[in-house]
């Protein structure tokens, strides 16, 4: 890697390996989330404070592993953070979690498997991605959107019949999830909508990480920045001192785990393996939280299942899959324009999205 700047590549993990384990790590954070907002905690609350634990706990990693390759802090490079904590954490974060409140883990899961195919619209409207209709690669890449936003307007306005339970939930969680989960459209609205703000997030970070090379760094800076604007937000919308009380309780462990392994590590691999294979490869795993989300909230929970998160899903990953083999096969043109000459490049391109600048 360029740089110099500490990896995971050291540790002796290769991307594939890594990527399913955060994936893992997802489907923990979904359930165990799910459980304390059932509980009562509330998620601009536990926002605010599981970034606030992320940014503490990877601030001394970040001043000292990255001490000599960090770029100095410019007031417009600040700005730029600014606006990239604002997508990748408050805004969306916030919405994300409201809308996992209202609906649930299975919904929010599956919604995430669109994001490639945002991030794909976005930047053919920003022209990073070009599109040739008249290839099967093109054509490819358009029913893959196509069909992926398809299955996320199947779950937004079609629930369907529940799934009859088999038997009942192996863990309890104190809390009617019935009366949590009172608004399913409104929530689904909140996941697509933070799901279309994470795809501008991860758009930006391709120029930010090109201008900001430390990865660690980058991560530490959007929880803290993040965490004061989520601060602020709840601090607005929540009056009750009551909301920011937590005990040695569901609400306490969620907001670690969320903070020290999903905020602070699964981040910080996450823009590891962004740099070394590129955004789409990031995407590919996506789907497996999907799959694992559901089998434990139905088995273990005993969560209801209903037919449209199914459909949906099901619907999302077959035009996420077309999208990917459609970009898969733009690798070796990408490599062929770069040879040719040096100082092209296509974004975001699978294997040079978001390396470093010569």
């Known amino acids: 890697m360029k740089g110099g700047s500490f990896t995971v590549f050291y540790l002796g993990f290769k991307p594939h390996i890594l990527m399913v384990l955060t ?5 923990f954070m979904y359930i165990i989330t799910e459980a304390s907002f059932n509980h009562g905690m509330n998620p601009s609350v536990y926002v605010t404070y599981r970034h606030i634990v992320a940014g503490i706990t990877m601030l001394p990693f970040a001043y000292f592993m990255e001490r000599r390759i960090r770029p100095k802090l410019t007031w417009a490079l600040f700005l730029e953070i600014f606006v990239l904590s604002l997508l990748g954490v408050s805004l969306t974060i916030n919405m994300y979690f409201t809308s996992l409140k209202f609906t649930s883990s299975t919904l929010v899961a599956c919604m995430v498997n669109t994001i490639a195919s945002l991030t794909f619209i976005l930047a053919v409207i920003l022209r990073m991605e070009i599109v040739n209709v008249r290839s099967p690669r093109g054509i490819a890449k358009i029913l893959g959107t196509a069909i992926s936003l398809a299955g996320v307007m199947t779950m937004t306005l079609y629930k369907g019949p529940a799934l009859q339970n088999i038997g009942h939930g192996i863990i309890h969680i104190k809390g009617s999830t019935t009366a949590v989960h009172k608004n399913w459209l409104q929530g689904s609205i909140l996941a697509v909508a933070s799901c279309i703000t994470w795809s501008a997030w991860y758009i930006m970070q391709a120029y930010t990480l090109k201008r900001y090379p430390a990865q660690l760094s980058l991560t530490t800076w959007m929880n803290l920045v993040g965490a004061a604007q989520s601060a602020v937000y709840t601090v607005i919308a929540q009056h009750k001192k009551a909301a920011w009380t937590i005990g040695f309780d569901i609400d306490l462990w969620s907001t670690l785990y969320g903070g020290v392994v999903v905020s602070g590590i699964i981040i910080f691999v996450q823009l590891w393996c962004t740099e070394a294979k590129g955004p789409v490869f990031v995407t ?20 209801k299942l209903y037919v449209g998160s199914i459909l949906g899903g099901v619907i999302v990953i077959m035009g996420l899959y077309l999208l990917l083999w459609g970009k898969e096969h733009d690798e070796p043109e990408t490599k062929l324009k770069e040879q040719e000459d040096p100082k092209t490049m296509i974004l975001p391109p699978d294997e040079n999205a978001l390396k470093e600048e010569p």
């Open 23 to 27: 994936q893992i790590g997802y489907t």
């Open 284 to 303: 590919m795993f996506n789907p497996l939280s999907t799959i694992l989300v559901a089998l434990l909230a139905y088995f273990v929970l005993g969560e």
